[in-house]
Every structure is written in C-alpha cells, then in structure tokens.
C-alpha cells in the first residue's frame, strides 16, 4: 500500500541517511522541509506520487492449489458442458439467492437470450440507460428491438425512474435497468413503473455480482438477472455469463434457445430433438471450473470493495470540484466495479478532465474516463439501415434523426464527455491508506490546479 504519513518519515530517515553519507542530500527532496514539499507537490510538478506502491493484480490466481484443480479439468478431457459447469449454475444460483441459473459464454449472450426468451423481439421497444456498455444495447437490436434511452440522474450514474416513465409507449415491452460500475439501480421506482405498465424487467447485473438492494442480491429483483464473467469483472473467467431467474418455464427455454432448441438439461453431443429454435452459447467446464475457484473468495472481496468504497466517498467529499457518488436509500452494497465520482473542471481552474486523469495516473493511481455516448456510435444507425429491420419497421420509426431527436439524454452527455471519473476494482481491495493516498492525490492537484494548467494547458483553460 502507499506509504503513509509515519511510514513515509521513516522511509525518509532512511533514505536520507544514505544520501547523507553519499554527499548528495543537499538536493534530494526527501530531505528536510522538502519531504513535506516532495509530498504535497503534484506528481507532474515534480513532487512524489501519492501513491508509490503496486495494485493488487486483476485476476488473481493463487497458485499451486488452484493449478492442481484446473489441470484435473484439463487433463479429464472432458471440456464441453458437464459437471463443473451444471455446479458453477448451482452455486451461483445460491450465491444470487434464486432459484436457478443457465450460464453462457458471455453476458453479451446472457442478455440475448434472457431478452428473446422473456418474449423480446421485432416491434418492441426496450428502455435503457445510455450511460451502459455497449453490449446492453446491442443485446436489445440483436433481437429486433428498438432501445429507447431513459436519461440518468448523474448523482447516481443510474437510469432515472421519472424519465423511464416519460419514455413508456404502447409498443414498450421490458425495461433493461443496468446497476453500472457495481452499483444497484433504484430497483422499488423500477419495478413498480413495470408493475403498473405490464413491463418485463430484465437486470443488467453484468458489472455488480453480489450487490445488495434491500436485503436481495442484484439479478434476483426482476424477472431475470445477467451476469458477465469476462477478465475484468468482479468474478473473472476470461469470458463467460449467466442468467438467473425464479422461473422454471423461462429457465428451460433458456436453456434450450442456448442449446440449438433441444430440451432443458441435454447435455453436449445430442443430436436429435430440437423444439425450438435455438442458438449454441454453451460455457466450457474450464471456464466453470475457474468460475469456480474464483468465487471461493467473492464475497469477502465484495465486503471490501464497499467498505474501502465507502471510506473512499468520505475521504473525497470534502474536496470542492469533486462530486461523490450517491447511493439510492435502500443500497445494502454496491460492489464498485469501477469506483466513480464527478469531476467539475471550473473548481479545478478550468482543468479539462484529460489533464486531470493524466496528473492522477502521474501519482500512481490508475485511472480513466469510462463511457462515450452511445448515440454517437455508429451501431444503432446500423442497425436501422439493416435489411431485417427495413423490412421490419416503417420509416418513420427508422428516421435516425428522429431517433436521435427522441433519444437525446444530456444529462448523460455531460456525466459522459466532461465529469465521470472512474477508478478500477482491485485498487479497492486494498485498505484505508491506500484510499488515503488516493486522496491526497486528488487534494494535491486540486491545491496546484493553477500551476497545472499554467504548465500543461495554457490555451485551453476557461478563466
Ligand atoms: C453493463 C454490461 N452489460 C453487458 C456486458 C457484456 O458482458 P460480456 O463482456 O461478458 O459479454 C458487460 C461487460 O462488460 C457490461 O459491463
């Protein structure tokens, strides 16, 4: 972890102690006054980074115990669908608090699937967020429907429950609310818009294994819940998904349109009875398997991303220029896939938010600026000038500019273009002195953002 105040003076001790006798002490800024002036000067100004340590590595392995358990798998042979996988489903079934679980190779799948199998497709209209990976998105036009985008509240970074209403139309079919960066959506507001409007609500649960919301795990609050276990999430595979859900009838029809239509349980290598149509997204049994492992130790690291999170928020909120995140009343725990706040470059001298993010890494705390607007991403446009939606829809559903018009979300173009600041999981599975150092990293650009920009951005600042 970062060298704390103590830890640094003792470091300083030593160090200068061997400075001394090689004569150079004079100038070395771990000497004398210019310890405090080293630590409190920005990295980019030529102070010393907040934060001098390493990060814990994302994903983790722990070694010979696991080696041993995955080359057992390996060297079995048997690779495709099979036991690891159907006790994978079981236990995350159980980790979630539902009553089943399909998984998949991907959550990009997970959606596609849930969405078609809860009666999504061609005609219908789906409310999002748009401030969501692309993958949420894609899923609802890969099954022929139109997203609609309901604006965030940025105090959030969540879907707004007053905007989902303002976007409900006779062809709305399901509401796709997405807890991003680990953190749970206002799921009450949200399930009672659906209640009232006969909505399916599927849970975009990619980013938030194990977070709570009044007293349920995230994905068990709807319909049905997707997860992803791709490298970076809380529990890694390297690819991989699942979807989770109460319902037995959904759960079998999933299953089956994840398996070429043939019924609920066949395993890999039937050839003879489809029913249905059905695509091929079955998970690997070395990917339960990781799957497996990498759970043994999910739920301790979900406490300590929310506790270390939370330390973080109180250590951050008095920093004018950055705005904390916000929680709705009934969060029993985000998981802080990515831990964010908003930065406001006019508190910060005018800094743009590149240079800001520039000056943190410059400290040693790796960070990043997270989602463009999707509207402005080509794929929807794309999708609209596709045959099968061309021969779908009527023009006037498939007026872009219209579509853009309908859909603009500015709330999320500002939280998108100029505020989020996100900072990864594994620097929250640390402790407090680490989240101090990141702290004291914000604090020492915030107190030197004149000179910053004076240095790195005279041109284009606002004052
Ligand atoms: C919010 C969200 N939805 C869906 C997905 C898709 O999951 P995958 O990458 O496993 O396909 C992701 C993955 O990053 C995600 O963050």
Not at 328 to 350: C, M, S, T, W
Request: charged share 25%.
């Amino acid at each position: 972890m970062g060298i704390d105040r103590r830890d640094f003076l003792k470091k300083g001790a030593l160090a200068s102690g061997g400075l001394f006798l090689s004569g150079l002490w004079k100038n070395s800024p771990a000497f004398g006054k210019g310890v405090s002036d080293a630590r409190k000067l920005p990295a980019v100004l030529g102070g010393e980074k907040a934060h001098p340590g390493s990060w814990p590595k994302w994903p983790k392995w722990k070694g010979t115990a696991w080696d041993e358990k995955m080359i057992a798998v390996l060297r079995s042979g048997v690779w495709s669908r099979a036991k690891y996988t159907e006790q994978f489903e079981s236990e995350w079934a159980r980790m979630v608090g539902v009553k089943r679980c399909l998984s998949t190779v991907n959550g990009t799948n997970a959606l596609i699937v849930a969405l078609n199998q809860a009666g999504i497709g061609i005609g219908d209209e789906v409310i999002v967020t748009p401030y969501t990976f692309v993958a949420s998105v894609q899923a609802i036009l890969l099954n022929g429907a139109i997203p609609v985008f309901a604006d965030i509240d940025r105090n959030t970074f969540q879907i707004d429950p007053e905007k989902i209403r303002e976007k409900i139309t006779s062809r709305t079919k399901a509401i796709l609310p997405v807890h991003i960066l680990g953190m749970p959506a206002d799921m009450d507001r949200i399930m009672a818009i659906a209640r009232e409007h006969h909505l399916v609500v599927i849970e975009d649960a990619c980013q938030a294994h194990l977070a709570e919301y009044d007293g349920k795990r995230v994905g068990s609050i709807g319909f049905a819940g997707c997860f992803s276990f791709q490298n970076s999430k809380n529990v890694p595979v390297g690819e991989g998904g699942a979807i989770v859900s109460d319902d037995d009838d959904f759960m079998d029809r999933c299953y089956s349109y994840h398996n070429l239509g043939l019924p609920t349980g066949t395993q890999a290598g039937s050839l003879n009875g489809a029913f249905m149509v059905g695509t091929k997204v079955r998970f690997s049994e070395y990917q339960a398997a990781i799957g497996l492992l990498q759970m043994e130790d999910a739920v301790r690291e979900a406490g300590l991303r929310w506790e270390n999170g939370q330390y973080l928020t109180t250590q951050l909120k008095g920093i004018k220029g950055i705005e904390t995140i916000r929680l709705y009343p009934k969060v029993n725990k985000a998981v802080f896939h990515l831990y964010p706040f908003r930065f406001i470059q006019d508190e910060f001298a005018g800094m743009p938010r590149d240079l800001f993010l520039r000056c943190l890494r410059a400290e040693g705390v790796p960070c990043g600026s997270g989602y463009a607007p999707l509207e402005t991403q080509p794929f929807i446009k794309a999708a609209f000038e596709s045959r099968l939606f061309r021969a779908v829809y009527d023009s006037a559903t498939l007026d872009y500019e219209a579509y853009l018009e309908a859909n603009r979300c500015p709330e999320n173009d500002l939280l998108c273009n100029e505020e989020a600041v996100w900072i990864a999981q594994n620097l929250l599975l640390t402790d407090h002195a680490a989240m101090d150092d990141i702290a004291t990293a914000v604090e020492k650009i915030r107190k030197h953002a004149d000179e910053i920009v004076k240095k790195y951005n005279p041109e284009e600042t606002r004052h």
